[in-house]
């Protein structure tokens, strides 16, 4: 499984920002897919997560109301749509899955995103 994430980019306060995640090596609709950031000296945290459906997305809610996640099955991809950006929103953010019924976690390299005036 491989899990290639790409957008990031610096960005002004207020802005916005697209952030995919391009995965291969597995049958990506049976998938679950997961947007995690991690900034220098805090722990990783969940920001959203969006089902193998595409229903029911989950948002922390320090984003809610400002990003969107969406993905294409067809395309084997996931998408993290930010608007509104904020300081506190700069971290490395990371694309995530865990094979079903399983604790097999993968992980991408990260893109890092920077909000800064």
């Known amino acids: 499984v491989q899990l290639v994430e790409s957008g990031g980019g610096s960005v002004q306060p207020g802005g916005s920002l697209r952030l995919s995640c391009a995965a291969s090596g597995l049958t990506f609709n049976r998938y679950d897919m997961k947007w995690y950031r991690q900034a220098p000296g805090k722990e990783r945290e969940l920001v959203a997560t969006v089902t193998s459906a595409g229903g029911n997305p989950y948002y922390a809610d320090s984003v809610k109301g400002r990003f969107t996640s969406s993905r294409d099955n067809a395309k084997n991809t996931v998408s993290l749509q930010m608007n509104s950006l904020k300081p506190e929103d700069t971290a490395m953010y990371y694309c995530?899955?865990?094979?079903?019924?399983?604790?097999?976690?993968?992980w991408g390299q990260g893109t890092q995103v920077t909000v800064s005036s």
């Open positions: 995530n899955t865990i094979r079903p019924y399983t604790y097999l976690t993968y």
